[in-house]
């Protein structure tokens, strides 16, 4: 069993480790810092997210609004968003030769539309600053010692005067935290779609539409709504919204089993204000069939579904539609039901509710209120976030901050 001594040692070799170790070489070139991996490759994560081109963050730059994006979390980032978050990312990958671009919803990636460019300047940087990289490290234990902390992995021992974990959503980390005093809140999926089975909304898969989606089952707190497009796929609801609501409900619904109730609001109107649209449209349209006769903004395809739905006959005349007809319409598009039997994980962005308990990091350096010496970040931690960038910008921030707290103290 080989033996080595650093002054810090990473576990994990993602976007929060690299990050974390990058910026502590930049304040102390003379420390001796390695990144343990337990796989044969580093950045996996980085590598597919946002479907190959890397979300980096989200163009939210004032802290507290950026903080409303995290279910498990929001009242802890706050501290941490003020001294680092959304526009010093930007600005720290820029410098660095990497600059990014803002898309219309938000999400931020690098004008190349590669997670390459993010990778090939993390591990740029990390051979700059002699930042050893070793794959194929599993940890299996970790003792804090008079001179730090003794890691064990099954083919090394590594003795280190600080630790820093960011294994992401790792059982046997959690496990690991568990026995040396830490509370771990029980992971649970985050991020998933929803599965349906109605053979004519399947039918439209490939259609998106801006809707309000809102969970009906009382135990699942039926206040709970998200906005967003949602996507209709070949197995249910996906887009956006679906999965924003699947985040902000991850432990209610996994505790139903993934069994529950939504209704979907297709556009954002009163039901009066659609009640007297559509008795407009019934004069100034009077002897047009209802499926030319559509002025909301939603796609054809779904208006003609939605009539169905309504009992109205595509075909029809607008002249003959009774108020009572228009006002079945107008609670179909406001209030569209349906029953979803199970989920499908959004394997692009997968994310774990779940992790070490909040209470037991202190925001301020992210260091182990249980363990001196040790610091938490990522997802390793009970914090998680919307799709959109968010997760990456929790592990930048949380891998400087660390960063800047061993560099002025260690």
């Not at 820093?164 to 992971?187: D, E, F, N, R």
Request: glycine share 8%; proline share 4%.
């Amino acid at each position: 069993m080989e033996n080595f001594t650093y002054d810090v040692v990473i576990v994990g070799g993602g976007a929060a480790g690299f990050f974390t170790a990058i910026n502590l070489a930049e304040a102390r070139p003379e420390l001796k810092i390695v990144i343990l991996e337990k796989s044969k490759a580093v950045l996996q994560k980085v590598r597919i997210s946002g479907g190959g081109r890397c979300n980096v963050t989200h163009a939210e730059f004032d802290p507290r609004t950026l903080t409303t994006y995290y279910p498990r979390g929001e009242k802890e980032l706050l501290g941490p968003f003020h001294k680092f978050m959304t526009g010093d990312t930007v600005a720290w990958f820029e410098e660095r030769g990497v600059p990014l671009k803002i898309e219309e919803d938000g999400r931020m990636f690098p004008v190349t539309d590669s997670s390459q460019s993010i990778i090939d300047c993390l591990e740029s940087e990390a051979n700059r600053f002699n930042i050893e990289v070793k794959l194929s490290q599993n940890v299996v234990d970790f003792e804090a010692v008079d001179t730090g902390f003794q890691v064990n992995t099954a083919t090394a021992d590594y003795t280190t005067k600080r630790l820093v974990i960011t294994a992401g959503s790792s059982k046997k980390i959690w496990q690991l935290l568990a026995k040396k005093g830490h509370s771990i809140v029980s992971p649970v999926p985050s991020l998933f779609t929803f599965n349906i089975n109605e053979p004519e909304l399947l039918a439209l898969q490939g259609l998106s539409q801006l809707a309000d989606v809102q969970l009906l089952d009382e135990n699942l707190k039926p206040w709970l709504s998200q906005s967003g497009p949602v996507l209709v796929t070949h197995w249910g609801l996906s887009g956006p919204g679906i999965l924003k609501l699947s985040a902000v409900a991850a432990r209610e619904l996994s505790a139903c089993e993934y069994k529950f109730s939504i209704k979907v609001r297709w556009v954002d109107m009163h039901p009066e204000q659609l009640q007297e649209a559509f008795k407009k449209l019934r004069l100034d349209r009077a002897k047009q069939q209802l499926s030319n006769g559509n002025t909301l903004e939603m796609p054809k395809r779904l208006w003609n579904y939605l009539l169905e739905r309504s009992g109205l006959d595509p075909k029809g005349l607008w002249s003959d539609q009774s108020n009572k007809k228009l006002e079945e319409l107008s609670n179909t598009i406001l209030g569209d039901t349906y029953t979803v039997n199970g989920k499908s994980t959004y394997k692009d962005e997968f994310v774990t509710a779940g992790g070490v308990a909040l209470h037991e990091v202190n925001f301020k350096s992210f260091e182990s209120r249980v363990i001196s010496g040790l610091h938490l970040a990522g997802e390793v931690i009970d914090v998680d976030a919307l799709t959109g960038g968010f997760n990456f910008q929790n592990a930048w921030t949380g891998g400087y901050l660390i960063a800047q707290g061993i560099a002025t103290s260690l």
